[in-house]
DNA sequence: TGACCCATGTCAGCGACATGTCAGGCCCTC
DNA sequence: GAGGGCCTGACATGTCGCTGACATGGGTCA
C-alpha cells in the first residue's frame, strides 16, 4: 500500500492527478488548503506528497520548508504554473525531490513520482526506536521492552515529534506548535501535563527536562 | 489456446487492441456490437473478455450484469474513456476483474489481462484471509469458519479495504473515502454504523478500534 | 399499481476515554 | 530562601465511537 498525499487547490487538476494516481495502485488523499496540507504532511505517514505552489492560506514553498526544518524527509514532487528558473531553484532549495511544470502529462507525473518513491525507499523505515522504547508508524502503536503501551493522539504525536527530533532540546512553543497544529494560543499548562502522561505510561526515563529551554531526547541511549 | 473476445465499437482502437493481442498469442475476436456481445459472452468459451462501456444498442455495464447473473464467470476487463469513480466502482460491482482508463498503453492492458486469465485460472489469489474470516473476491463472498455470511455491497467494501490494508491502521477519512467514493461529504456516522453492521454480521472480533485513529485488522491472525 | 424487502442513512443516548483546567507541591537557580 | 519553572493528582468537560430504533428510497414481485 502506497499512500500519497496531492496537495492541489485547482479542482479540476486535482480530480485528474487524483484519478491518475489511484488508477496507478495508490491510495491518494487530496487537500487543497495550505494548513491542512502542512498539518497533515507532519503528522502522516506518506509514500510522496504532489505539492502544488501558489496555494491559499500558505505558500508551497512555505509548507515545504517547514517539513523540511522539522525533519519530515517524505518526498516532495513540486508542481507550478510557472516554469522560471528562480522558481526552480527556490523549490529544489526548498528539499523538493523533483518538479514539474503545468501543464503536465499525467503518465510524466507518474513516472517522476515513481523515481522518487524509489529514490526514497532506501530511507525510510517506519519503526522509531530510542532506548527502550519503540514506535511502529504503521500500527500506530509503541512499545516499551517489546511490552505494547497504548497512547492516545495526542500522546502519541508528541512523542512521534520528540523522537523525531532526538539528540535536539525541543523547545514548549515548539513541541506545542507540532502537537496542536499551528496557531493555537496556549498560555495553559496542558503541554506540560500531557508530558506527563506519556512520561507514566512509558514508564521508563526517556524523555527530560531541560529546565528553561524545553524537552530532551538522548540521541543514543544504551 | 487463448480465445480473447474484444467488445469495443470504435474500429480504431478495436484494431489496435485485436493487433496487439493477437501479437501477444492469443485468438481475437472482435464485436462491436452490444447484443451480439452478449450473445457471444454467453454461448461461447472465452478466456477473458475486453468490454467497452459506452455501446450502441446494449450499454456495457447492462451486458456484463447479465453474464453474472446468469452465472457466466469470464474474467472481464472494462474499458472507458471516463475515470470516475462512481463508474469504477459500478463496474467493480457489477462483477468486473479489472478496470482500464482510455487513452491506455497496450503493454498495461496485456499486463491487466494476463494478471485477470491467471486469477482465474484457479489459484487462490484472490482469496484474501485473516482469522477466521475469508473473502472470495472472484465470487464477491465471505464466510467465517466456513460459513457464508451476507454482506451488502457497501459492507463488502469496507471490508475488503480493511483487509487489503491488513496490518496499518485505517483512518476514518481514509476508509470512508474508499468506501464510500472521494468528495463525499462526511459528517454523519454512517462508517461507525457499517462498521458495527459488518463485526455484528461477522460475528468474530476480527476488525479493533484504534480510539483517535482509526480501524485495525492485524496482519497474523493464530 | 401497490405491498413488501433490503440497503443505507439519520438520530439520540450512553459509556468510555481523552484532554483541559486548576491548585498545590517540588526543586532548581539565583 | 524566594521565586519561577515544572510536575502531579483531582476534577470537569468534551469528544469519540457503539448501538438500537426509525426513516427513506429504490427495487421486486404479484
Not at 86 to 98: L, P, S, T, Y
Not at 148 to 173: A, D, N
Amino acid at each position: 500500500m502506497t499512500r500519497v498525499l496531492v496537495v492541489e487547490d485547482d479542482p479540476r487538476i486535482a480530480a485528474d492527478v487524483q484519478r491518475a494516481l489511484a488508477h496507478a495502485g495508490y491510495v491518494v488523499e487530496v487537500t487543497g488548503d495550505g494548513e491542512n496540507a502542512w498539518f497533515r504532511g507532519d503528522t502522516e505517514d506518506y509514500a510522496a506528497i504532489v505539492l502544488d505552489l501558489g496555494l491559499p492560506r500558505m505558500d508551497g514553498l512555505a509548507i515545504l520548508k517547514r517539513w523540511r526544518s522539522s525533519d519530515r524527509r517524505t518526498p516532495v514532487l513540486i508542481l507550478t504554473a510557472r516554469g522560471s528558473w528562480a522558481e526552480r531553484v527556490d523549490g529544489i532549495d526548498a528539499g523538493a525531490d523533483d518538479y514539474l511544470v503545468k501543464p503536465f502529462r499525467m503518465e510524466e507525473l507518474l513516472a517522476r513520482l515513481r523515481a522518487i518513491i524509489r529514490r526514497s525507499a532506501g530511507h525510510a523505515s517506519s519503526m522509531i526506536t530510542a532506548g527502550e522504547v519503540t514506535v511502529d508508524e504503521r500500527h500506530k502503536q509503541v512499545s516499551v521492552r517489546g511490552v505494547p503501551v497504548t497512547l492516545s493522539p495526542l500522546e502519541y504525536r508528541l512523542l512521534v515529534y520528540l523522537l523525531l527530533h532526538r539528540g535536539r532540546v525541543v523547545s514548549q512553543q515548539e513541541l506545542a506548535e507540532h502537537t496542536y497544529g499551528p496557531d493555537e494560543d496556549h498560555d495553559s499548562n496542558a503541554l506540560e501535563v500531557l508530558i506527563g502522561r506519556v512520561r507514566r505510561k512509558l514508564g521508563t526515563p526517556l524523555i527530560e527536562t531541560r529546565r528553561g529551554f524545553g524537552y530532551f531526547i538522548p540521541e543514543r541511549t544504551a
